[in-house]
């Protein structure tokens, strides 16, 4: 029997998706890159980001094929790297630092208006992504949401609260 992937939802802040968005992670990239948004990720080997002094982000247009290393690498216990990429407004000034993704997340969590509108999360050991948008996406979320074929399957609902240790704001501690 087929698994139904689960919806996290809640009254406020953003609501979680489980999809392979990078189940291929070629066409994963792809998807991401063609989208409106401008993509910064970063990898890790422990199951959350480093700390901020040794938290390395980077732009996907300028960095695709080290996404694709990190989304292939695997340990000697074939677990993944934790690996978490940010949709953030193209017209946003530039992301420098990972302060200012943590600023940008802390807004999010917390459902503020900011330049930050998509979060994809790779747990080393989960077999799909999380991925983390408003509870009412903008057009350009919808449609990501669309080309991640969110729109073709069904859901099961479940309380954001069960989400547990992998919830937004445990990831990320904002």
Do not use: K, N
Not at 145 to 172: K, M, N, Q, T
Request: hydrophobic fraction near 45%.
């Amino acid at each position: 029997m087929r698994r139904i992937p689960c919806r996290f939802t809640r009254e406020a802040g953003p609501i979680c998706y489980e999809l392979p968005v990078f189940g291929d992670p070629a066409a994963g990239v792809a998807r991401l890159t063609g989208s409106p948004f401008v993509w910064y990720w970063e990898s890790a080997r422990r199951e959350r980001p480093a700390p901020f002094a040794s938290r390395r982000l980077e732009r996907l247009d300028e960095s695709a094929a080290r996404l694709l290393e990190a989304l292939a690498h695997r340990d000697a216990d074939e677990l993944g790297l934790f690996v978490a990429a940010y949709g953030v407004h193209a017209d946003a000034a530039p992301v420098r630092d990972a302060a200012t993704i943590t600023d940008h997340l802390r807004d999010f969590a917390a459902a503020r208006q900011g330049p930050l509108e998509v979060v994809i999360v790779q747990l080393g050991d989960a077999p799909e992504e999380h991925l983390f948008v408003d509870r009412h996406p903008s057009p350009a979320a919808g449609e990501l949401l669309r080309r991640l074929g969110a729109d073709e399957r069904p859901w099961r609902d479940v309380p954001y609260r069960r989400l547990g240790l992998a919830a937004l704001e445990s990831v990320f501690g904002v």
